[in-house]
């Protein structure tokens, strides 16, 4: 149940990261042109924020039950996990990365919703969008990533 779970978490992540670029070019495209705020803007955000929250769930289920999250810094103590890169990156690091980047994504989806310009909403969508993005990037365990990455796709 474990490795489905973060299989499920690792394929997951592409609906949020091809979200977040939806958002991210189709709140520029709309605020450079002058258009009105509608629900159809929305649209890209909404969903962000449903593929983000899910993968919150998913992830916190992970981390206190997993042996990378809650277990181990019980097992090592916080200060042998804080010294040891890959546990930092996966007690402390990755969840916390993530739940910052998860309530930016709520701040700019909730910005949509203000009575205030539509320019404004188009502009906090997209910074908001923008800076939750290269949160999301930094903690990603992608292959590269000495010690703590992970395949580009479950099972590869």
């Known amino acids: 149940m474990q490795q489905g779970l973060l299989h499920l978490h690792n394929i997951l992540r592409w609906f949020v990261l091809i979200f977040a670029l939806w958002t991210i070019f189709k709140s520029l495209a709309d ?3 002058g258009k009105a705020f509608t629900g159809a ?3 890209p ?3 962000l924020m449903i593929s983000c ?8 289920i992970l981390y206190f039950t997993g042996a990378w999250g809650i277990k181990n810094i019980q097992n090592q103590g916080m200060a042998a996990v804080m010294k040891d890169h890959a546990s930092r990156f996966w007690a402390v690091e990755h969840i916390t990365g993530m739940i910052i980047a ?3 994504v709520h701040i700019g989806y909730s910005s949509t919703k203000k009575n205030i310009e539509d320019k404004a909403k188009f502009r906090k969508l997209f910074w908001f969008t923008v800076i939750a993005l290269l949160i ?8 590269f990533r000495q010690d703590i990455g992970r395949a580009m796709f479950p099972g590869m």
């Open 136 to 143: 999301i990037l930094f903690t990603i365990p992608w292959p």
């Open 45 to 47: 955000a909404l969903f």
């Open 31 to 33: 605020m450079n042109s």
């Open 41 to 43: 803007n929305k649209r």
């Open 102 to 104: 998860i309530v930016l």
């Open 53 to 60: 929250d899910i993968q919150l769930l998913l992830g916190l």
